[in-house]
């Protein structure tokens, strides 16, 4: 079986206390578009890749999270500036971290939700 970059993560899962309350904080943060599955063990809300040869799923489920961003973290995209996405962390309930981060690939910013996952929000800026 040959491998390559993009096999090495095929899904990430994150734990939440309040799959509602999840499910509005990371629609409104990446204005992304989740999917509740209830044929799941337990239900869970997924974010789909735009073009699954490039990206990967990302799960919400009914967990215990890491407490006050002491957890992996996952970075995420989000639509639009950086700047108004900070803000719109601020507005749903999570908090910003850090300033924004610049890499050769665009920029990010280190954020908790509201459970105190850590998550990084990526702006692309190839």
Known sequence: MDYSPKDFLVWGELPVSDMDKAMAFYS????GDLQLDPNCPSPMAVFKPANPEIGVALHIYPGKPATNGNGPTLHLAAQGVLEDVMKRVESAGGQVVSEPIQIP????????DPDGNSVGFFENQT
């Not at 690939?105 to 908790?112: C, H, I």
Request: aromatic residues 24%; glycine residues 16%; positive net charge.
């Open 28 to 31: 409104s943060v990446t204005g």
């Open 105 to 112: 690939a665009g920029r990010f910013f280190y954020a908790k």
